[in-house]
């Protein structure tokens, strides 16, 4: 998500003079009344925003910093690695006394280093950092397992001294699992294939919710005209019926919104639409075995998206609090807000609201 066009760069600043000036309004009050805390921000260094906003959104999690913590003394992990930088980075976080603005630097220059497609300054999708970024540290993950095995059949010995880093804590926390099912309706042959997803990318449509975008998801769908379906029976393109049945639901649930939208095979148009988040929901409906066990999810953050196109634009991220309070952090600022005020951001289609480019991109829900 890059774009050099000086006119476009321009767009996207004055957005991001819209949003400071909202936040600015809307927050001058309870920032008056908030208590102190420690809230740490991170510096914005040439169009860092799309690491910053997923950063802030993974700190949240915490049961994820925990587990990212856990790594800061292996033996077994590559001081370079993504998994290294990060635990690094999350420790000094949490040693921090008081509210402080950060330079993370160090870390943003380990992930260019570790992944060429963001080693320049243009901006980047949030969702694809995030996508990556889980990636990234499973992979670690399983490198430490293999230097764990390998150690212990040189020993002749089940333990090793990192016990608590033996699982893989990204599949545990951020994976679920899903099935499609096609059926050919010319001469009925049904296949079934099974996946396990990280994150579900939902179709919004304007003036809904989140609920009956997942059901529209997790839905049937007829596949006709450019989107056949080949059937190895028929040996040829067929129209089908596809079905998505949600198998297991993953401890955090992380949902992209699809904002963005190509046109004429060159420009990401932007998708405004209103679309009602939920605070918390039952997700056991969706499911496609009934379960006795309860999947209660509560939001714990969004990230926002700030522009009129894809191709530029500005990330930030609201982060749920206890007692209806939330907590923007908009790279070096933060502001607070109330639980009536986060409305604002899942849509407009009214132009001359102030908000009307800001819209909830991702969501993440934890398993209470």
Same mark, same amino acid.
């Given at each position: ?11 996207? =600043? ?6 400071? #000036?909202?936040?600015? #309004?809307?927050? *001058? ?17 040439? %169009? ?17 910093? !925990? ?5 800061? *003394? ?10 290294? =930088? ?69 020993? *002749? ?7 608590? %880093? ?14 499609? /099912?096609?059926?050919?309706? %010319? ?17 919004? @449509? ?14 049937? @769908?007829?596949? &006709? ?26 401890? /955090? ?38 379960? @006795? ?10 990230? /926002?998206?700030?522009?009129? &196109?894809? !191709? ?9 609090? !206890? ?14 807000? *109330? ?8 849509? %407009? ?20």
């Amino acid at each position: 998500m890059g774009n050099d066009n000086s006119n476009e760069k321009e767009k996207s =600043s004055n957005d991001n003079k819209i949003i400071t #000036n909202i936040l600015d #309004n809307n927050n *001058n009050n309870n920032n008056k009344n908030k208590k102190e805390e420690k809230v740490i921000t991170f510096i914005n260094t040439n %169009n860092t925003c799309y690491a910053n906003s997923i950063l802030q959104a993974l700190l949240s999690l915490k049961i994820f910093k !925990e587990k990212i913590l856990s790594y800061l *003394n292996n033996n077994n992990i590559h001081k370079y690695s993504t998994l290294k =930088s990060l635990s690094e980075l999350f420790n000094i976080i949490e040693n921090k006394k008081k509210s402080d603005i950060l330079n993370i630097n160090d870390f943003i220059n380990i992930i260019k280093n570790n992944n060429q497609e963001f080693n320049n300054d243009e901006h980047h999708d949030a969702h694809e950092f995030l996508t990556w970024l889980l990636d990234d540290i499973e992979q670690n993950i399983n490198s430490i397992q293999k230097k764990n095995k390998k150690n212990n059949n040189k020993t *002749n010995n089940n333990s090793t001294n990192n016990n608590n %880093n033996n699982d893989n804590f990204i599949k545990d926390l951020f994976s679920g699992q899903q099935s499609s /099912i096609t059926k050919c309706l %010319n001469c009925e042959n049904t296949s079934e294939v099974f996946e396990t997803f990280y994150n579900l990318s939902l179709d919004i @449509e304007t003036n809904s919710s989140l609920i009956y975008c997942l059901k529209n998801y997790f839905g049937t @769908e007829i596949l &006709r005209s450019k989107d056949k379906f080949f059937c190895e029976n028929c040996n040829s393109l067929q129209e089908a019926e596809k079905k998505v049945n949600l198998i297991k639901l993953p401890k /955090i649930l992380i949902i992209q919104l699809k904002r963005f939208k190509m046109k004429n095979y060159s420009n990401l148009i932007k998708l405004l639409g209103y679309v009602s988040i939920p605070k918390k929901f039952n997700a056991n409906y969706l499911l496609k075995t009934k379960e @006795e066990k309860e999947y209660n999810y509560k939001l714990k953050n969004m990230v /926002i998206h700030l522009g009129q &196109r894809g !191709e530029y634009g500005h990330y930030f991220t609201l982060v749920n609090q !206890e007692n209806n309070k939330w907590i923007n952090y908009n790279d070096e600022k933060s502001t607070y807000l *109330n639980e009536n005020d986060i409305s604002k951001f899942f849509g %407009n289609v009214d132009e001359n609201n102030i908000n009307f480019y800001s819209t909830t991109y991702l969501l993440f829900y934890e398993l209470i």
